[in-house]
């Protein structure tokens, strides 16, 4: 069976810095691309970005772009986003989920999801 | 960037028939998935590729992709079928986007 879990959330002040993990099993970690997607406090979903099968490319939302970095391990199955200049619209639940295809881009959706890890931005 | 709508809610009878749509310039070109989210849970894929169920997800989810609108319909309603619904593209320019979400109310 498919898993990923989310660790490290919590609360950090604005223009703080916090470390997003994701642990994996049971398929092909090294296969896939992997993404991080983000809801906010009653909102809808917002994609965060994305990280090649073998982390070569990484690609994010303009929202994020500069301040958010993705990586991952695939000798650990781990995928990570490190988030910096933290803003309370950072605010979210973030959740790691896995590409269905390893295709192009778009061939498929995201069929695996975490539960997802709480970042709250405030003083 | 490309954009996409959703309505914000819709309701529907217990065993009647929801449709929930996704507009969009030229979406018919794009291939648009479909997810279900619970309250309080993670979002499920129920449609990927415009009109595919992955395993598990029941028949009475269907969807189609023809022009300006994408359209995910879910048949005979259930009370389970509560959520919050959104639909998901790519888009070489704006790279993954999600509609707004559409929440679901089963009368």
């Known amino acids: 069976q498919v898993h990923l879990v989310e660790s490290g959330g919590g609360v950090v002040q604005p223009g703080g810095s916090l470390r997003l993990s994701c642990t994996t099993s049971?398929?092909?970690?090294?296969?896939?691309?992997m993404h991080w997607v983000r809801q906010a406090p009653g909102r809808g979903l917002e994609w965060v970005g994305l990280?090649?099968?073998?982390?070569?490319?990484?690609y994010y939302a303009d929202s994020v772009k500069g301040r958010f970095t993705m990586s991952r391990d695939n000798s650990k199955n781990t995928l990570s986003l490190q988030m910096s200049r933290l803003r309370p619209e950072d605010t979210a639940v973030y959740y790691c989920?896995?590409?269905?295809?390893?295709?192009?881009?778009?061939?498929?959706?995201?069929?695996?999801w975490g539960q997802g890890t709480q970042v709250t931005v405030s003083s | 960037s490309y954009e996409v709508t959703q309505p914000v809610s819709i309701s529907v009878a217990l065993g009647q028939t929801a449709t929930i749509t996704c507009g969009g310039d030229s979406i018919g070109l794009k291939n648009v998935h479909w997810y279900q989210q619970r309250p309080g849970q993670a979002p499920v894929l129920v449609i990927y590729?415009?009109?595919l169920r992955p395993s598990g997800i029941p028949e009475r989810f269907s969807a189609s992709n023809w022009g300006n609108t994408a359209t995910l319909t879910i048949s005979r309603a259930q009370a389970d079928d509560e959520a919050d619904y959104y639909c998901?593209?790519?888009?070489?320019?704006?790279?993954?986007?999600f509609g707004g979400g559409t929440k679901l109310t089963v009368l």
């Open positions: 998901q593209l790519w888009d070489s320019a704006s790279a993954w986007v």
């Open positions: 990280i090649a099968s073998d982390g070569s490319n990484q």
């Open positions: 049971g398929f092909s970690f090294s296969t896939y691309r």
């Open positions: 989920t896995k590409d269905q295809s390893i295709a192009e881009s778009g061939e498929g959706g995201f069929d695996y």
């Open positions: 590729r415009d009109s």
